[in-house]
C-alpha cells in the first residue's frame, strides 16, 4: 500500500484522500483476510515543518498494522510536479539530505513491526533485509554514521541529477 505517512497531517497536505484510521482499517480487513501486505513510507513528503510528527506517526502506524514489508524512499521533487512548484513559492520546505537520514533514524526508531525491512535512499547505505527487529540496532547505527560522516553535498547532487524514481 502506498500510504506514504501514517500522520494525518501529512496525509491531507499531499492529498491522499484517507486519514490514518482508514489505513489502519484496511490493512485491519487484509491481516483479517490472510492476505500479505506492504507499507511504504515517503521519507522527506511532510517537509520541515512536520518531518518529525511524519516520521513518529508512520512508525506507530506501520508498527500496529504489521506488514509483512516496510519500504522507504526518499522524496525527489521533480520539474512540474505541484511540490516542487509549492517549495519555489515557498510553501513547502523540502528537507536537507542530513535532514533526511535524521527523519529516517526516527521512522525506524519508533519502528517496533518485524518486518522486511527496504530502503532506496540517495545515501546509498544498504539497510534492506528481514528480520528488522534483529537488525534495528545496526541500522540506527548506519544512519547515525552517515548523518554524521555522510558527503551531503554529494548526496545533494545526485538527488538533484534523478530523472525518474
Same mark, same amino acid.
Given at each position: 500500500?502506498?500510504? @506514504?505517512? %501514517?500522520? +494525518?497531517?501529512? $496525509?491531507?497536505?499531499? #492529498? ?15 491481516? @483479517?483476510? %490472510?492476505? +500479505?501486505?506492504? $507499507?511504504?513510507?515517503? #521519507? ?15 512508525? @506507530? ?26 517549495? @519555489? ?77
Amino acid at each position: 500500500m502506498g500510504s @506514504e505517512s %501514517g500522520d +494525518d497531517w501529512t $496525509l491531507n497536505r499531499v #492529498n491522499k484522500k484517507c486519514s490514518s484510521a482508514d489505513i489502519s482499517e484496511q490493512c485491519a480487513k487484509l491481516t @483479517e483476510a %490472510g492476505i +500479505d501486505f506492504w $507499507l511504504c513510507f515517503l #521519507n522527506g513528503v511532510a517537509g520541515k515543518e512536520h518531518s518529525m510528527d511524519h516520521a513518529i506517526h508512520s512508525a @506507530e502506524l506501520f508498527s500496529r498494522c504489521r506488514p509483512i514489508l516496510v519500504g522507504t524512499g526518499g522524496l525527489t521533487l521533480f520539474p512540474g510536479t505541484p511540490l516542487l512548484e509549492e517549495a @519555489e513559492r515557498g510553501e513547502f520546505t523540502p528537507l536537507t539530505e542530513k535532514e533526511m537520514l535524521m527523519e529516517l533514524k526516527v521512522f525506524v526508531e519508533h519502528l517496533t513491526c518485524d518486518c522486511y525491512f527496504n530502503t532506496h535512499h540517495t545515501s546509498g547505505l544498504y539497510l534492506s533485509g528481514p528480520d528488522f527487529l534483529k537488525r534495528k540496532d545496526k541500522i540506527i547505527k548506519a544512519l547515525e554514521e552517515a548523518i554524521e560522516h555522510g558527503d551531503m553535498d554529494a548526496l545533494t547532487a545526485m538527488r538533484r541529477n534523478k530523472r525518474t524514481l
